[in-house]
């Protein structure tokens, strides 16, 4: 289970020229008292096309990246394919719009639905979208839009945040206002208000009908987390009065079990957070979660539960507002309030795109930045692939 960077400000100005902290600067050491887990990073086939900041799903089996920026630094439309028997297969299926940053939740087996993101070549020369489109990756020309829910804006859908309900439908959440998304109808509902303006945080489902927003920006004293129920006639919303998470951007969070959810990073001021919290969706309550063993912290992370607890890879750390690669990853084992470190991944990059393998999960693609190379050679899409996979033996419940 993924839950979407949903999402993620792309600044061009920092994405191309802001990079500019070598990668010895964010190379992992590990504290003292601490040990890296003994998981290991295998090379894999890369896809087709080098992308950075591709939308990463799964449909059944298959793995599919949508869209990205290649080396010319632009949006590309491409939908890649890996066939878990035969690979990464000829690009046959394309966007409507070229879009990179979008976010990307499966509808059923065959239907993706792909939410807002940027379109152009950065760093000048960037459009946010508005736009939101159905792909069908076995089914190419079935390529369709849907009406965006909310009213026409300069910013696109910037700072949305959107998660799937246990039946399927879709709730897209953007500033002050929230839509749903009906999978059989393939339509939007008439967009409610929520009572404040949101940006950049982070949704969870946590039942049937019921969603927590979480950090972002809130408008001034209001609640940093807000449940939301969907209801016949539209939305309520109440505020959490525990106040211990702060306004944090671009957070990550995921439901632990039936009353639990875990929200994992995200910046603040610029810089990127170290910290956890677990949330007591009953009791409306906050503690802290383990201290993530990532030297800086980690914002826009992916979240993914396994049969030894839950990864924290992908993302970035930010300092002063400017992206670097994260050192390294972390495994965190919540009930025995536990992290720790993974290894490196062999190519530090930031806007790397993560899949689930059998094992553990894949890294593809991404961007890095070298100050000490000429010309703009200095900014590079990777042609890289590589699994994360996790020895059973060491870290078994």
Known sequence: MFVSRHRRRIDPVAVVAGFLIATATAAAVDP???????AVWRPEAAPRIAVAEAGAAMLDTTSVLVGGFTEDLAATAAVQVRDPRRGWQPVGCSLLTARA????LPLDDDRLLVIGGWTGVLPDEVTRLESIEICE???PHRRRATVSPFATSDEGLEGHAAATLPDGRVVLVHRDRIS?????????SASSGIGTGCVHATLVAVGADHLLL?????AKDDATIRSIRITSTGVECTDWTDGSIPPLRDSTSIMIDRNRVLVVGGSIAGDSDPRTWILDVARREVRPGPRLPIEGGIAAATLHRGGHGILVVGGERRIEGRPV?????AILQIDRNAARRLPDPPAPAI?????????????????????????RRRASVL??????????VVVAD
Do not use: K
């Open 383 to 392: 042609d890289d692939a590589a699994s994360l996979r996790l020895v059973p």
């Open 137 to 139: 990756p076995g089914r």
């Open 180 to 188: 749903v998304f009906d999978p059989a109808s393939e339509r939007w």
């Open 101 to 104: 940053g979008a976010t990307v």
């Open 325 to 329: 690669p994260p050192s390294g990853a």
């Open 32 to 38: 003292p008292g601490e040990r890296t887990h003994p």
């Open 214 to 218: 979480v950090g972002g920006e809130p």
């Open 351 to 375: 806007r790397t795109s993560i899949l689930p393998t059998p094992a553990g999960v894949g890294r593809f693609g991404g961007y890095r930045y070298d100050p000490t190379t000429r010309g």
